[in-house]
């Protein structure tokens, strides 16, 4: 079992952004839609953004719909969410998460998991 490593998360203000990374093995990542979730302590991981295999196929939770951007690189085995305008409200723990389907990834299909990075926006 190995795990997908996250990085990029931080301190920032309202408005600014960050670009969140994860790196995955590339047996499992080359085939597997990728998706990001968030989560606060003591509540259910939220779906934020997936992405299917060939890196079409996104999806996007309403609340970051026009702020955040999906993608990945086949080749150097990475995903990564952009994150603009950040909220407050949009603190959390940020996972990076392989499906075990190709096309889409919601929390009843992931495999994998990433160990998290914090996102932290203050006002």
């Known amino acids: 079992q190995v795990q997908l490593v996250e990085s990029g998360g931080g301190l920032v203000q309202a408005g600014d952004s960050l670009r969140l990374s994860c790196a995955a093995p590339?047996?499992?990542?080359?085939?597997?839609?990728m998706g990001w979730f968030r989560q606060v302590p003591g509540k259910e991981r939220e779906f934020v953004a997936s992405?299917?295999?060939?890196?079409?196929?996104?999806n996007y939770a309403d609340s970051v719909k026009g702020r955040f951007t999906i993608s990945r690189d086949n080749v150097k085995n990475m995903v990564y969410l952009q994150m603009n305008s950040l909220k407050p409200e949009d603190t959390a723990v940020y996972y990076c998460?392989?499906?075990?389907?190709?096309?889409?990834?919601?929390?009843?299909?992931?495999?994998?998991w990433g160990q998290g990075t914090q996102v932290t926006v203050s006002s």
């Open positions: 998460a392989a499906s075990r389907t190709s096309q889409t990834a919601v929390a009843s299909t992931i495999q994998y």
């Open positions: 590339g047996r499992m990542f080359s085939n597997n839609a």
């Open positions: 992405i299917g295999w060939k890196g079409s196929n996104t």
